[in-house]
């Protein structure tokens, strides 16, 4: 490709400053989940930046409006970690019915648990966003003997899966056992899990989110938990990452946590680095 890689220095993200004191040095920008907002692009256009790339299919910390306002062109990479993310989704279903997560931590405790775990077969499960990680997850459930409703107002059925049927949100969740977030982020849907759209949920009911943390009012969820209404839930993404150290989440014994690592495997990060890779060589190509 004739490109000369450099990774930033980080674990997770780079500030806005460190962004625009950064970007601008560089001719293409391959975007994590850093804030890549209009003051970073239009530092990166004062300078040498030329094209960018979204790794990922998640776009909502990223400013597109200010890439076409700066005539920079700009993609992201999606359909790339369906398979991987619907399998983090499938360990917390698990995990959460069996209270795996938590023998685990008993054990290495010196403690000998025996909690009473609830079956799989037989549950209703939700999903909401019937994408790639919503078609993959319904996919691997079907091994699982439940049933499942899909959430998407951009999805009109889902042919090809008789044990699923498509609902308007918030329709059907005192129905659920469990309600999973597979869905990407965006101004319609912040907060769709709320104080109200909780009450509508069946008493005992699990929460699982491997998308986006602001999909889900955690103030919320939390009051939830702690009277019972939520039994347990599964989180891969948070509000505020990394989750503050004095959250109230992290007393609670009952819930999994990860950190938003949910694409993270050898395979998927080799196809999705590629791919951007690719498409930011195509956006120098068609400016030469």
């Known amino acids: 490709m004739g490109l000369r890689l450099v990774p930033a220095e980080t674990t997770q993200t780079l500030s806005e400053q460190e962004l625009i004191n950064l970007v601008p040095e560089y001719d293409g920008w391959i975007i994590g989940d850093d804030p890549a907002t209009k003051s970073v692009f239009s530092a990166g256009k004062a300078g040498r930046l030329k094209a960018a790339v979204k790794w990922g299919i998640g776009v909502d ?7 076409q306002e700066l005539n920079i062109p700009i993609t992201n990479t999606p359909n790339m970690f369906g398979g991987e993310v619907a399998d983090v989704a499938i360990t917390y279903i698990l995990g959460l ?8 931590r008993e054990v290495r405790n010196g403690y000998w648990p025996k909690p009473a775990g609830i079956s799989i077969s037989g549950k209703n499960i939700g999903i909401v966003g019937f994408g790639d990680i919503g078609k993959s ?11 499942v409703t899909v959430y998407d107002p951009g999805v009109d059925n889902v042919q090809g899966f008789d044990f699923a049927s498509h609902k308007a949100f918030p329709d059907g969740l005192s129905e659920l056992d469990f309600l999973i977030f597979t869905c990407s982020l965006n101004q319609h849907n912040y907060h769709m899990l709320n104080s109200e759209t909780l009450e509508l949920l069946k008493e005992g009911a699990y929460v699982i989110n491997v998308a986006r943390g602001p999909l889900i009012d955690e103030a919320a969820l939390i009051s939830a938990l702690k009277s019972g209404h939520v039994k347990a ?56």
């Open 61 to 67: 910390n990223v400013n597109f409006t200010a890439c």
């Open 137 to 147: 997850l319904t996919k691997r459930l079907s091994g699982f003997d439940v049933t």
């Open 97 to 104: 019915a069996r209270q795996t997560y938590f023998i685990d």
């Open 233 to 288: 839930a599964a989180l891969d993404v948070f509000e505020i990452e990394p989750l503050p150290s004095d959250s109230p989440l992290r007393n609670m014994q009952q819930c999994i946590f990860g950190s938003h690592n949910g694409s993270n495997t050898v395979e998927g990060v080799e196809r999705a680095t590629l791919e951007a890779l690719n498409k930011i060589s195509g956006f120098f190509n068609e400016t030469e």
